[in-house]
């Protein structure tokens, strides 16, 4: 069957005209057999068309469709492969690599869960490092003192600390940096000289965010003073 039908016949005898040549070529148009009938098909203009239901994958030659080709942002994750539980799509080669499955938590993995933490500097501890690790601890023991008034104790505990001059015969308050949620109990030490009464400071009260020391003696007093509470 003739994939092209002619745009006009001739007759046996017919004269030959150059209408007639120019019809047989201009007039010519694709009939169905010029298709698959299923990926292509001739249209009402006698064009060869892409059918609506498009190209089958088999007609699609391996690595056809190239990232180039791929509208940003449409691959959706349904299009994306199917992967293990608890796993995330990640490079942890230690170098530029193509990404790959990883583990969530595992020695592998992006959480490291070994109760004896490590001194990797690109790993993550878990939730149960972590608290293994605090509590391991049977000492407070943080690294530095960077000054200020507070430290925090690892089970919550809160001491605040220093000194104040307290002028004779008068009360003089602390007033804390930031203030307790309650306080538990203060104490008081004289910075003791020559003129120094021993028991001339007292604490005159103690809130939440103000310690007021009393100095009951004739002198200027030096008193240093600690306070605990949460």
């Not at 583990?103 to 293994?132: F, M, P, Y």
């Amino acid at each position: 069957m003739p994939i092209i039908n002619k745009g006009t016949s001739f007759s046996n005898g017919e004269q030959l005209t150059a209408d007639k040549l120019n019809n047989l070529v201009d007039q010519a148009e694709f009939n169905s057999a010029a298709t698959d009938g299923a990926t292509t098909f001739v249209n009402s203009s006698g064009q060869i068309a892409v059918a609506s239901s498009g190209i089958s994958a088999g007609k699609l030659a391996t690595n056809a469709v190239e990232t180039a080709k791929i509208l940003d942002a449409n691959v959706t994750l349904p299009k994306i492969a199917t992967q293990a539980d608890q796993t995330v799509i990640a490079n942890v080669s230690g170098g530029v690599a193509s990404p790959t499955a990883v583990s969530i938590v595992g020695a592998s993995g992006i959480l490291i869960n070994d109760d004896a933490l490590g001194t990797s500097d690109t790993k993550g501890a878990t939730q149960g490092n972590i608290k293994a690790y605090v509590d391991s601890k049977s000492t407070f023991d943080p690294a530095t003192y960077s000054g200020g008034e507070t430290t925090t104790l690892p089970n919550g505990l809160i001491m605040k600390f220093g000194t104040k001059t307290v002028v004779q015969n008068t009360s003089t308050d602390v007033n804390f940096g930031v203030a307790f949620n309650a306080v538990v109990s203060a104490q008081l030490t004289i910075l003791e000289d020559s003129n120094s009464d021993r028991n001339a400071l007292k604490i005159g009260s103690l809130s939440t965010s103000t310690l007021a020391i009393r100095n009951t003696s004739g002198s200027n007093l030096t008193a240093h003073w600690l306070v605990f509470g949460r």
